[in-house]
């Protein structure tokens, strides 16, 4: 993996095992169950933090009147998000082997609140699949879940988001939308889905999969931008809202490692 800490506090799990620099069963984390199986940990930094996890299976919880933030890169693994509180997500992936995530929000309180903006570049022949789960077990919780992705070459890019509202949840909102860019010779498979079981309730998505607008290049190769700086542009608008979040030096390495993908 092609790793860059980029927020002073990181939790890294790979193979069950946990690497990090909170402080463990601490104000800052709190390690409730290790197993071979399953390793169950409780959020309570709300600095922002960047987790990594690789090849295991976890449960994160965020606690009442908690707000998480986190910057995520997840191969290969599935994750449970038991949502209490509030928890905001933004991600970039740039994967350089085959990876497929499942991935569970579960909204479990009044007012619980998740928001993500993920976003990932597929490469070459690499493969990226993710499943997202959003589930609405209490009322008056709220998602909004957002995916752009790109995928060039011979690269493969699938996303299934699915958001269920139960029987009963009322006042709860569930909003996706997903953009895909496919180039080359690649191929990606994105469906958002919505699940609603109660009338009183906001829901609402949108899939939109293509190539590069013509008129996009057109516009910008006649205020004298080639066709390649062109196409470079447009691909770092769908990364800009992560990047915006990251320090200058951080920025500038980021957005080397998309120039090079």
Known sequence: MKNIIVYDDYLIIENQQIKTNLIKESQYLVISETNSKNLEITLLCENKIHIIINDSKVTLNVPPKKKIKIFKEFYNCEVTFKIDGTLKINSLIIPTFKSKNIINFNLCSYQATLDVY????????????????????????????????????????????????????????????????????????????????????????????????????????????????????????????????????????????????
Not at 180 to 203: F, G, R
Request: without cysteine; aromatic residues 10%; glycine residues 4%.
């Open 118 to 261: 993920d976003s990932a570049l597929v490469n070459n022949q690499n493969h990226y699949d993710e499943i997202v789960n959003i589930n609405h077990f209490h009322k008056s919780s709220f998602s909004d879940y957002a995916f752009y992705g790109i995928a060039k070459n011979k690269a493969f890019l699938g996303l299934n988001a699915t958001s269920t509202i139960a029987p009963h949840m009322n006042k709860s909102e569930a909003h996706q939308k997903i953009a895909v860019i496919v180039m080359d010779q690649a191929k990606t498979e994105a469906h958002p889905s919505l699940v609603i079981d109660n009338y009183d309730v906001k829901a609402s998505h949108a899939n939109s999969i293509g190539q590069i607008s013509p008129d996009h290049i057109y516009y910008l190769n006649a205020r004298g931008i080639n066709k390649e700086d062109a196409t470079k542009l447009i691909v770092m608008g769908y990364f800009s809202p992560v990047l915006e979040t990251f320090s200058e030096d951080i920025k500038e390495k980021i957005t080397n490692l998309i120039a090079e993908a």
